[in-house]
């Protein structure tokens, strides 16, 4: 449990959510529309999104997620859905965020640690530093020219490792490199 209590008045106060990609329906009674021009509709569990944009939204950080293979590109109105638990508190400074990465996809995300599957065994990092990780992170992934110096056999081993250490120490990246050499 996140420890708040949210609900129609406060969960658009500096929050983190992942609402879940629900079918369009026309039964949804809109009881607000932002400037933006999303629209939200409140249930006693929680509240759908109808928006075009997710992400950044005003002071919180809203993910969408989806089974559908069509990318989120915030051109179409998408609907999501997220239970009033879902919702954790947000702000730039406090080291709230963890990064979780898929090798095989080769997709890294954030994800907070009030998140019921965080294991603890990541740092915690406020919202610049999990940013700076997560871009140098994206760069191992899709790119080879960080290792043309380097000696080893398997640079996806090798890429594996780099990314553990950053994920889950405060060793900086050109330390972790030094260790290649």
């Not at 009674?29 to 409140?42: L, P």
């Not at 929680?46 to 950080?61: E, L, Q, T």
Request: charged share 25%; net charge positive; hydrophobic share 30%.
């Amino acid at each position: 449990m996140n420890g708040l209590n949210y609900n129609r008045n406060n969960f658009y106060k500096h929050t983190f959510c992942e609402f879940t990609e629900v079918e369009f329906t026309n039964e949804l009674e809109i009881h607000h529309k932002s400037k933006s021009g999303s629209q939200y509709s409140f249930t006693k569990e929680g509240v759908y999104r109808i928006s075009n944009h997710w992400g950044r939204a005003s002071n919180c950080r809203w993910r969408l997620i989806s089974s559908s293979n069509s990318k989120i590109n915030n051109s179409q109105h998408r609907i999501g859905f997220a239970k009033w638990s879902d919702f954790y508190p947000n702000n730039e400074t406090e080291h709230l965020f963890y990064i979780e990465v898929n090798f095989e996809n080769k997709e890294v995300i954030f994800q907070h640690k009030n998140n019921p599957k965080f294991e603890g065994n990541l740092v915690l990092r406020n919202v610049s530093e999990t940013a700076k990780i997560i871009r140098q992170i994206k760069d191992l992934l899709e790119n080879d020219s960080w290792a043309k110096y380097f000696n080893f056999k398997d640079i996806e081993e090798v890429r594996r490792v780099t990314i553990q250490k950053l994920i889950q120490t405060n060793i900086p990246l050109s330390k972790i490199k030094m260790e290649w050499k």
